[in-house]
């Protein structure tokens, strides 16, 4: 059993359309980072979030913490093919010198 | 900036063979991780290392040992490979996992 989960696995859309993306567990965590990882590439940090209800934006992405730090989603406004990529939700694990991943979110921006 | 650099990028081995996986960061990070990654499961760590000198198993670490030769260096071998290590292996580093992992940009193994 997976300890993070994240929906839908696979989204393809339409170039400017909206879209969200969720990282759901059943523990609560003290924060919570979320990674795009492109093709070839590793992943890169997006985001990390701390606070319970904490809300982060970053240009057309939008992060929320969950109010009881158990989930988070991911909103993106206007998706361009530029956002195409795999999206990690990732959080600090047993002595949290360590980080576990969800299976990630697969999103494809159609021009 | 170089951050985490891997090496080799490509590998092939035939069943039974050894290799070491090469990382190094230029970042002065004190955490070095190692992970695999395949289709459908995500990034499964194999083993990390908190800090020079120390080294501990992740999620799925049989089949591999690690060596932290300082603190810049962080290798990963196979001693005898199998075709289940297929897979992209991913190195990475941290200052603290607050701060999130620094990746490198992947070595694809295939072991045939």
């Known amino acids: 059993t997976q300890l993070l989960e994240q929906s839908p696995q696979f989204l393809s859309i339409q170039e400017g359309e909206n879209l969200t993306v969720y990282c759901n567990s059943s523990?609560?965590?003290?924060?919570l980072q979320w990674y795009r990882q492109e093709p070839g590439e590793g992943p890169v940090l997006l985001v990390t979030?701390?606070?319970?209800?904490e809300v982060k934006k970053l240009k057309r992405l939008t992060f929320q913490f969950g109010d009881a730090r158990k989930d988070s989603s991911l909103h993106i406004t206007a998706a361009q093919p530029g956002d195409t990529g795999l999206y990690l939700c990732?959080?600090?694990?047993?002595?949290?010198?360590?980080?576990?991943f969800g299976s990630g979110t697969r999103l494809s921006i159609r021009p | 900036n170089a951050g985490v650099t891997q090496t080799p990028k490509f590998q092939v081995l035939k069943t039974g063979q050894s290799m070491t996986l090469q990382c190094a960061q230029d970042?002065?990070?004190?955490?070095m991780y190692w992970y695999r990654q395949d289709p459908g499961m995500g990034l499964r760590l194999i083993y990390y290392?908190?800090?020079?000198?120390?080294?501990d198993k992740g999620e799925v670490p049989n089949g591999y040992n690690v060596s932290r030769l300082n603190k810049r260096e962080f290798s990963l071998r196979l001693e005898s490979a199998a075709p289940s290590q297929t897979s992209v292996y991913f190195c990475?580093?941290?200052?603290?996992?607050?701060?999130?992992?620094?990746f490198g940009s992947g070595t694809r193994l295939t072991v045939v």
């Open positions: 990475a580093s941290s200052v603290a996992v607050l701060y999130g992992y620094t």
């Open positions: 523990s609560v965590f003290s924060s």
């Open positions: 979030v701390v606070t319970g209800g």
């Open positions: 990732a959080v600090p694990y047993s002595s949290a010198s360590k980080i576990i």
């Open positions: 970042m002065n990070h004190n955490s």
């Open positions: 290392s908190a800090s020079e000198g120390t080294t």
